[in-house]
């Protein structure tokens, strides 16, 4: 949950020290979705979310880092249960990806990614990713903080000619969850893995160019 974030991530900077040295550091981070789900308030989701980055960029950095460390923030997802009679949830994932994309690209010390739509072929892995186009558009005083926008990542394109979230024809594919319709299954963790790889690999190249 997003209200533990903050915390989790104080004690992993601190068991950095014991680890390091380390050239490079992302935090790979998500959360927001069971907040949704016990009825946590989107702006109270959000002030925990501000906690977590304040939590990852403020100092002290753990002295095993030689840079400070980068954010992948990967957003809320539609799942399975989600039907498009259940409005309410479907409007609560549709704004927390709001304002979380509204927050990271509006800090200050906060990387604006850019995002480009990938032509789905539906045999193959599919969805929304983040292209970084030069380094002042990705890193800013040596900070990153790269949002995958993942709300529809996982959706049936045939689904509907619809494929808004809200009202609209947007539907999980069943493939990508477990039989719980809430968990990513094998197939499911693999579109993420290839989402954040692809910006690490961006990230190292923006290292050395």
């Known amino acids: 949950m997003m209200k533990h974030l903050p915390k989790q991530i104080k004690k992993i900077k601190q068991d950095m020290n014991s680890r ?3 050239d490079a550091t992302v935090f790979i981070c998500c959360a927001g979705e069971n907040d949704v789900s016990n009825g946590t308030p989107v702006d109270s989701i ?5 906690e977590s980055v304040d939590a990852i960029f ?8 030689s840079k400070r460390p980068n954010l992948v923030f990967l957003g ?6 989600m039907t498009t009679n259940e409005t309410d949830a479907r409007k609560a994932y549709f704004l927390l990806s709001e304002r979380l994309h509204a927050s990271i690209e509006n800090k200050s010390y906060l990387a604006k990614v850019s995002e480009r739509r990938v032509q789905h072929d539906h045999d193959h892995d599919h969805g ?8 002042q558009d990705c890193r ?5 903080v790269l949002y995958v926008d993942s709300l529809k990542l996982f959706c049936c ?9 809200v009202g609209g024809g947007a539907i999980a594919d069943d493939r990508y969850f477990e039989e719980d319709g809430l968990h990513l299954s094998d197939e499911g963790y693999k579109i993420w893995k ?3 790889e692809n910006i690490i690999s961006k990230l190292i190249y923006l290292r050395f160019a």
């Open 128 to 135: 929304r990713v983040h292209d970084v186009k030069d380094r």
């Open 140 to 144: 800013v005083d040596g900070y990153s």
């Open 46 to 50: 959000m002030e925990s979310f501000q």
């Open 58 to 65: 403020s100092s002290p950095i753990p002295t095993s880092c």
């Open 157 to 165: 394109r045939e689904s509907s000619e619809d494929l808004s979230v």
């Open 20 to 22: 390091g040295p380390f």
């Open 76 to 81: 809320p997802k539609l799942e399975p249960w």
């Open 194 to 196: 290839r989402e954040v």
